[in-house]
């Protein structure tokens, strides 16, 4: 049996944290769960995953989804499927921080974060070399992010 207690140690990128709770190798690759705090008015640009299928779980706070055009809000115990292929991004609103779970099937694109969160790349002064990172993790970005 795997263990699936270890959860991996708090990253910071853009002033967005991130925790790997549930490992794609605690799953088999089946998954992994990520635990994010993201600050007011934050968001990354409209993107695409080809590879995973993403699941937000806001805790609390309140996030803003945008997905192919269309826009929505997600508050605590509220959750958003984004199926591979989509076009998305989201947009933190309100006046507190969104907490939330991001659940990626399969496992394995939260190693993106690990690499900006070690490169400490900015947003859009270093978006070549955000995007090569993003493009080893099946990701292409597409756009801005919300205004």
């Not at 989201?90 to 399969?106: A, N, S, W, Y």
């Not at 394995?108 to 969160?117: I, L, N, Q, S, T």
Request: glycine share 8%; proline share 8%; aromatic share 8%.
């Amino acid at each position: 049996m795997k263990d699936t207690h270890n959860q991996d140690a708090p990253l910071t990128w853009l002033g967005v944290t991130y925790q790997t709770i549930l490992s794609p190798k605690a799953t088999n690759g089946a998954m992994s769960i990520v635990a994010s705090t993201s600050p007011v008015d934050s968001g990354p640009p409209r993107h695409i995953h080809h590879a995973e299928d993403e699941t937000f779980v806001v805790l609390s706070g309140t996030c803003r989804i945008w997905l192919e055009g269309q826009e929505f809000d997600l508050t605590a115990g509220q959750s958003a499927f984004i199926p591979r292929g989509k076009e998305h991004t989201f947009k933190v609103i309100g006046q507190e921080p969104c907490r939330k779970l991001i659940i990626l099937t399969p496992g394995g694109f939260e190693g993106f974060f690990a690499d900006m969160a070690e490169g400490q790349f900015a947003i859009p002064d270093d978006m070549p070399a955000i995007d090569a990172f993003a493009a080893r993790h099946n990701m292409t970005f597409t756009g801005p992010p919300l205004d």
